[in-house]
């Protein structure tokens, strides 16, 4: 039996610690430890509830618009504010870019090189590799030429000994299965998708100013101007480039991701069987068709799916959600292992050891930064396998047939949703639906202002001497990783407290009150880990879940000494 340590992993958002007990060549426990501290609860007490959200957005610089939304529709809860139509839709319009782009950055990028062998791609035939493509898709680079191109820019970088980018895959690695073929093609994508996510995140700064984090959020709306006649509103042009970056986008995962998402996973089938965790799937819903604060009428629906049973769907309630921190370096007043929900948490960090630097973390007691989040007292997977399994179960007609389609392709059961490889399924089939539904959002835009209708913000009940004495809202969103809630407590204006509930904080929990795993830890046990010293299959399921564990920060001791930089990024 032996203890392996991975600090940092890589290929994520932040700085993620995994410890695992390794036995007859398989994961038989594990231990993830988020090593920084956040603290933006914090920040906000005392301040005015409507700028929030431009403090919450700066929590990560890669989820740039979700603590945005979810900030806005807390404070909008707690106050009773419903929002214009217009204002529906644009928000609508972000969230669906963000998830276009961010998942196929996810696959591409953060996740891909877990399964492609880039050096295995100089050993590919590049007339074959065309033929392969051709045979998947019309994307128009398919062709020899192009991917003698890809090769030769490869094989540079290999005979220079300075890969950049690539210099620290496991190249070779017993586990990787694809053909050079596949391999070349996968690569050339990559670099594709580097160009391709840069434009279509164009849509962020047409209706937000700015990528990362838009500035035209409001409490009550957006601060983005409709005028069909001005420069600097959204007008006809501002429309017509919406339309056009939307179809950009919707080609590329249809002819590109998802063609090369199914060629890949049809090489691995195996992992169909592995990294399946708790059990349990959380979705609060997104894409409100309406305009009513916190509306539960949603594209995407809400609801929670116990120990895999998907026949008997669960309707969400926020008073739910709790999280504890006895095994989290933080503390509670009344007691740390006792769970608290969000409008009665704390953020008060109570970091105990081990002293830098250290061999192992201490996980029969505190070893993290995140605290342990349940619902109805059990732990719980979000992110897009979340929603894909609440969306089927609910007869989502579009998921359904897409779910169909690609379990038929690569010829398994829907019990293979339950897996690493159901999860990085499941991202490439939402990415499809919400890049579809994309220009359907647009054209709503465009309908209500052919009506005459410019309305972007409800400024009733902006001033706040218009506000009751005390208020308490929750924000729900569902982020391109999962689900996110913020839930405020405002008294005599200001805010009282705050707490943000995200995605990775769910995943990346550590052990509960119960001593039950988080979700990485649970989908951790079982997996093979062939080599050691290059966990692959270690990287293959924690990137499966797209870990953000946001900002870097500083330990110090009870002097102000530094004692230790966690990360800077």
């Known amino acids: ?62 989820c740039t618009t979700v603590h945005s939304t979810s900030s806005v529709r807390a404070v909008e809860d707690a106050l009773g504010i419903d929002i214009p139509d217009n204002a529906r839709v644009i928000r609508n319009i972000i969230t669906a870019a963000q998830f276009v782009q961010d998942h196929v950055i996810h696959f591409y990028h953060l996740h891909a090189l877990d399964w492609v062998d880039v050096v295995s791609s100089l050993k590919a035939d590049a007339a074959q590799t065309a033929s392969l493509a051709q045979s ?29 980018l690539f210099a620290n895959g496991y190249w070779g690695h017993p586990a990787f299965k694809l053909p050079p073929e596949v391999n070349l093609m996968a690569v050339a994508h990559y670099l594709e998708a580097l ?9 962020h700064a047409l209706l937000g100013a700015k990528n990362p984090h838009p500035q035209t959020f ?10 069909p006649n001005s420069q600097n509103a959204i007008n006809a042009h501002t429309l017509a480039t919406l339309k056009s970056l939307a179809e950009e986008a919707l080609e590329f995962v249809k002819h590109v991701y998802l063609p090369d998402l199914l060629a890949i996973a049809s090489f691995y089938k195996n992992w169909a069987s592995i990294g399946a965790g708790v059990g349990n799937y959380l979705s609060y819903g997104e894409f409100p068709r309406d305009s009513v604060h916190n509306s539960t009428n949603t594209w995407l629906p809400s609801g929670f799916i116990r120990f895999k049973n998907i026949g008997a769907i669960e309707p969400v309630d926020q008073k ?28 008060t960090p109570n970091y105990t050891g081990p002293t830098p630097p250290y061999e192992f973390l201490e996980t029969d007691r505190k070893y993290s930064w995140v605290k342990a989040i349940s619902y109805d007292g059990v732990p719980a997977e979000v992110g897009p396998l979340a929603r894909m399994l609440v969306a089927y179960a609910n007869g989502h007609k579009r998921v359904r047939e897409l779910v169909g389609l690609v379990l038929a392709k690569l010829g398994v059961g829907v019990e293979s949703l339950f897996s690493t490889l159901g999860r990085t399924a499941a991202r490439g089939i939402e990415t499809l639906a919400v890049a579809e539904m994309l220009p359907v959002w647009i054209d709503e835009l465009v309908a209500n202002i052919k009506g005459g209708d410019y309305r972007i913000h409800n400024g009733e009940k902006w001033e706040p001497n218009t506000w009751p004495a005390e208020a308490r809202g929750f924000g729900f969103h569902e982020a391109p990783r999962g689900a996110l809630c913020h839930w405020i407590v405002i008294k005599d204006k200001k805010v009282a407290n705050y707490q943000c509930v995200v995605p990775s904080g769910w995943n990346a929990s550590p052990r509960d009150v119960a001593d039950r795993r988080g979700p990485y830890e649970e989908a951790l046990v079982g997996t093979p880990v062939e080599d050691a010293e290059k966990p692959l299959e270690i990287l293959r399921t924690i990137h499966s879940f797209d870990p953000c564990m946001a900002c870097a920060v500083h330990l110090i001791n009870k002097t102000g000494k530094e004692l230790s930089v966690i990360g800077v990024r």
């Open 136 to 164: 998947l898709s019309p994307w128009p680079n398919a062709t020899a030429g192009y991917y003698k191109g890809v090769q030769d820019r490869i094989r540079t970088l290999v005979q220079s000994g300075q890969l950049g």
């Open 195 to 203: 160009k391709w996510q840069r434009d279509v995140i164009a849509i």
């Open 218 to 227: 409001l409490v009550g709306g957006m601060a983005t101007p409709i005028d």
């Open 320 to 347: 739910k959600v709790a999280e504890d921190v006895l095994r989290a370096w933080y503390s509670y007043t009344g007691g740390d292992g006792i769970p608290k929900h969000p409008y009665d948490g704390e953020t």
């Open 1 to 62: 039996m032996t203890k392996l340590v991975f600090d940092p992993i890589t290929r994520i958002e932040g700085h993620l610690r995994v410890e695992v007990q390794v036995d007859g060549g398989k994961v038989t426990d594990a231990w993830v430890s988020g090593t920084m501290w956040r603290g933006i609860e914090k920040i906000l007490k005392g301040r005015d509830p409507r700028e929030c959200w431009a403090i919450t957005s700066r929590i990560c610089g890669v």
